[in-house]
């Protein structure tokens, strides 16, 4: 099993960017889909979640109304467009696959299967 994130880089605050995370070796579309985020000296948090068919999303508060969750099973990939950056927003992030996640259990990290390697967000003020 492998997850892939990418898209991560350096923007302005106010900017825009869109992670993605390819998943292979499983079969995706039975995988709760998650984005964590970790910066420096802090735990990692959760950020956003998408359900198995892609119906039901969820977000930390910071990131409420700024950020949209969204997969594409025939591609298994799930993404993290983030509008409205902040610096606070500056961490790496990190894609994540739940096999038996449910809406209870999706903020949860140690809920989680599988992780991708991250990718490194920097907002500049």
């Known amino acids: 099993v492998q997850l892939q994130a990418c898209g991560g880089g350096l923007v302005q605050a106010g900017g825009s960017l869109r992670l993605s995370c390819a998943a292979s070796g499983l079969t995706f579309n039975t995988y709760l889909a998650g984005w964590f985020r970790q910066a420096p000296g802090k735990e990692r948090e959760f950020v956003a979640a998408v359900s198995r068919s892609g119906g039901n999303t969820h977000y930390s508060d910071s990131v409420k109304g700024r950020f949209t969750i969204s997969r594409d099973n025939a591609k298994n990939t799930v993404y993290l467009k983030m509008n409205t950056l902040k610096p606070e927003d500056t961490a790496v992030y990190y894609c994540?696959?739940?096999?038996?996640?449910?809406?209870?259990?999706?903020?949860?990290?140690?809920?989680?299967?599988?992780w991708g390697q991250g990718t490194q967000v920097t907002v500049s003020s």
């Open positions: 994540a696959a739940d096999h038996f996640g449910t809406r209870s259990s999706y903020y949860l990290d140690y809920e989680y299967d599988y």
